[in-house]
């Protein structure tokens, strides 16, 4: 499977400090995606790095990618109390179809 | 519409019952994906349409769920003889472009709760 393994499974930060999730999956993609989910809503995405790219930036958050590691992180910056969720990575392959990993739950502490 | 709606927002349903779950994509958008999400898990892959391509079916658990999309447009997801094993989020999404190539915009879910 390629799914996406997301870790950790859970983090919890102060508001202001910086979190890192990290994504590994098992075989070749073709782009890989990163969602967020806020408690009993439906995913939004936030940013798509493709295959041939190695980073990309957006507002507060960064995101890299290691096709030799098959692994990608998501950093967001000065963390903010609304920035609380479950963020999920997602890949597209052969098959066409994207393909979510478990996600990490985020608290972020005032 | 301004994005993806599914109905309905709840449903509660016995077990052995069938239930019919609906999702009106964005306009235009001609990918669809439904996947499902159980209490604090992931997203598990149900079924993609795209165009008029044959849907990709190798995520449906059971002979017991299917989906179908009329005119390119709405889909619905029905589930047969519901087991308590069913209960769970159903999420639609729709995609302006094919093969994941683009952001999927998801619809607020499908909550399903068998008895």
């Known amino acids: 499977s390629q799914q996406g393994e997301e870790d950790p499974q859970a983090l919890s930060i102060q508001e202001g400090e910086n979190a890192t999730m990290n994504c590994s999956y098992k075989?070749?993609?073709?782009?890989l995606q990163w969602y967020r989910q806020n408690s009993g809503r439906g995913l939004v995405h936030l940013i798509l790095?493709?295959?041939?790219?190695r980073e990309k930036h957006s507002g507060r958050l960064r995101v890299t990618l290691d096709t030799s590691k098959k692994s990608s992180s998501l950093l967001i910056t000065a963390s903010r109390a609304a920035d609380t969720a479950s963020y999920f990575c997602?890949?597209?392959?052969?098959?066409?179809?994207?393909?979510f990993g478990q996600g990490t739950r985020l608290t972020i502490n005032p | 519409g301004a994005g993806v709606s599914q109905s309905p927002s709840n449903k509660v349903t016995e077990k052995g019952k069938d239930v019919e779950l609906r999702c009106d994509p964005i306009?235009?958008?001609?990918?669809l994906y439904w996947y499902r999400q159980s209490l604090g898990q992931g997203l598990e892959f149900l079924i993609y349409f795209q165009g008029n391509s044959a849907p990709d079916k190798s995520g449906l658990p059971s002979d017991r769920f299917s989906a179908e999309r009329t005119g390119g447009s709405v889909s619905t997801l029905t589930i047969q003889r519901t087991q308590q094993e069913d209960s769970a989020v159903y999420l639609c999404a729709s995609s302006r472009t094919s093969g994941g190539a683009g952001e999927l915009f998801f619809g607020e879910g499908s909550r399903l709760t068998v008895l």
């Open positions: 075989t070749s993609i073709n782009n």
């Open positions: 997602a890949t597209v392959g052969g098959a066409q179809k994207l393909v």
């Open positions: 306009s235009g958008h001609t990918a």
């Open positions: 790095i493709r295959s041939n790219e």
